[in-house]
C-alpha cells in the first residue's frame, strides 16, 4: 500500500509559479512510477504527466515547457514545478503512484489509464 500526501497548493496570478510537492510513504524508486494528474470540477480526472523509475519524464501537450516533474529519491519526495501558469491550470492537482510495467530496464508508467493510488488532492487556482 502506497500512501501519497500533497502539499503546496495556493493561489497565484496566471504567469506566476507554484511548486506542488508529494510525499510518498513507502518508496523503493525501482518499483514505482509517480505521477500528476488534475481534475476540474465536473470533468474527467487528466493526466499531466510522469516520471518513470529511472527519471524519464512525460508530460500532457497542454503544460509541455511550462511544467517540470522531478523526484528526491533521498527524501521520498515527488515534485510538480509549473512555471507561466495559466487560468487554465486551475484544478485539485492529485499524486498518484502506479507499479507500472517494466521495461528497458526500467519501471515505466501506463499510458491512458488510472494509476493504482493517488493522494487527497491540492488546490490549484490561477487568476486571469
Known amino acids: 500500500q502506497v500512501q501519497l500526501t500533497e502539499s503546496g497548493g495556493g493561489s497565484v496570478q496566471a504567469g506566476g509559479s507554484l511548486r506542488l510537492s508529494c510525499a510518498v510513504s513507502t518508496y523503493h524508486g525501482s518499483n514505482y512510477c509517480l505521477g500528476w494528474f488534475r481534475q476540474v470540477p465536473g470533468k474527467v480526472r487528466e493526466w499531466v504527466g510522469h516520471i518513470d523509475s529511472d527519471g524519464r519524464t512525460t508530460y500532457a501537450d497542454s503544460v509541455t515547457g511550462r511544467f517540470t516533474i522531478s523526484k528526491d529519491n533521498t527524501k521520498y519526495t515527488l515534485y510538480l514545478q509549473m512555471n507561466n501558469l495559466k487560468h487554465e491550470d486551475t484544478a485539485l492537482y492529485y499524486c498518484?503512484?502506479?507499479?507500472?510495467?517494466?521495461?528497458?530496464?526500467?519501471?515505466?508508467?501506463?499510458?491512458?489509464?488510472?494509476?493504482?493510488?493517488y493522494g487527497q488532492g491540492t488546490q490549484v487556482t490561477v487568476s486571469s
Open positions: 498518484a503512484a502506479d507499479s507500472g510495467y517494466y521495461r528497458e530496464h526500467a519501471v515505466r508508467c501506463p499510458r491512458d489509464k488510472e494509476f493504482g493510488y
